[in-house]
């Protein structure tokens, strides 16, 4: 069974960058698609970029667009989410997750039916 574990959250001033890491063990992240999702206090979680099984392919939502970067190395078994120009509205607790995908490796991402999740960390975006 897969296991993801993130890391790298924080406290950070607005306009600053932090970079977050998931990290899998007990599995072969090949087979996975993944993902970042946050959560709000008392709202649902949002998916926020995903990227593809070869990396080919990612997506992010227009909140995130052109200040976060996701990526791979499934060498490591990590994903990371560069984080950019950080505003006060990023502050959340961030989930990497992972689809179990029987596709093509360059079939594209997806935000539901995560078969795994991890615990999450805090980012706090704040003067």
């Known amino acids: 069974q897969l296991q993801l574990a993130e890391s790298g959250g924080g406290l950070v001033q607005p306009g600053g960058s932090l970079t977050l890491s998931c990290v899998a063990s007990?599995?072969?992240?090949?087979?996975?698609?993944m993902a970042w999702f946050r959560q709000f206090p008392g709202k649902d979680r949002e998916g926020i970029s995903c990227i593809n099984r070869s990396g080919s392919w990612s997506r992010y939502a227009d909140a995130v667009k052109d200040r976060f970067t996701i990526s791979r190395d499934d060498a490591k078994g990590t994903v990371d989410l560069q984080m950019n120009d950080l505003k006060p509205e990023d502050t959340a607790v961030y989930y990497c997750a992972a689809d179990k995908n029987y596709l093509s490796a360059d079939a594209k991402c997806k935000y539901y039916n995560m078969d795994y999740w991890g615990v999450g960390t805090l980012v706090n975006v704040s003067s």
């Open positions: 007990g599995g072969d992240l090949n087979d996975y698609s």
